[in-house]
């Protein structure tokens, strides 16, 4: 069955970097792209950007624009977020999920800012 | 960027009550829209894509209508395990944005 199996929790003070991996099984990793979306305390689902596997195509929100690295490894099936810069805002669980209509995702990655 | 403003913000409904949530878009985006369900603690789970296809494994209680600007999320029957909250996201152009979510509650 199509599984997305994410990194674990992380603590990470203000303006360092965090990298959240995103392991695919169950299916042909290049066929679907991969969405990254965040959840902050409390609040809604926030959408931070797309990477179709197959030809290394990305869009991600203007607000990441500057921050964000999405990446991917396809020898291992593994997608990666990258976020810079980090403020204590950007806490929050952080979520892959699969292809256009999000169909299934990852079990959310805890990134903690705080100094 | 588009907007998704979904109605209500929350609801309280009782087990057996047929339940409705609004999705509206700020400009079309034809049928690309998708629907979550999420309850405390967990990762979303998806419902429905392209505005009224049901994902594999999902109940026929739920169902999804609309084109355009103007969507709706039908539990025709709520159960105890319906009790969550509800995300509509379009996908027609970046960046994909969501609504800000209804949390449906036990009356």
């Known amino acids: 069955q199509v599984q997305l199996v994410q990194s674990g929790a992380e603590v990470k003070k203000p303006g360092a970097s965090v990298k959240v991996s995103c392991k695919a099984s169950g299916y042909t990793f290049k066929t679907y792209g991969i969405n990254w979306v965040r959840q902050a305390p409390g609040q809604g689902l926030e959408w931070m950007g797309w990477?179709?596997?197959?030809?290394?195509?990305?869009h991600s929100a203007p607000k990441f624009q500057d921050r964000l690295t999405m990446s991917t490894d396809t020898l291992t099936s593994t997608a990666y977020m990258d976020l810079r810069s980090l403020r204590s805002d950007d806490t929050a669980v952080y979520y892959c999920?699969?292809?256009?209509?999000?169909?299934?995702w990852g079990q959310g990655t805890l990134v903690t800012v705080s100094s | 960027d588009i907007q998704m403003t979904q109605s209500p913000s929350s609801l309280s409904a009782s087990v057996g009550d047929r339940v409705t949530i609004t999705c509206r878009a700020s400009q079309g985006i034809r049928n690309y829209l998708a629907w979550f369900q999420q309850k405390p603690g967990k990762a979303p789970k998806s419902l429905i894509y392209?505005?009224?296809n049901l994902q594999s494994g999902v109940p026929s209680k739920f169902s999804g209508s609309g084109s355009g600007t103007d969507f709706t999320l039908t539990i025709s029957s709520l159960q105890p395990e319906d009790f969550a909250t509800y995300y509509c996201q379009q996908y027609h152009t970046f960046p994909w944005t969501f609504g800000q979510g209804t949390k449906v509650e036990i009356k």
């Open positions: 392209a505005a009224s």
């Open positions: 990477i179709r596997i197959y030809n290394d195509e990305k």
């Open positions: 999920a699969r292809g256009f209509t999000g169909d299934s």
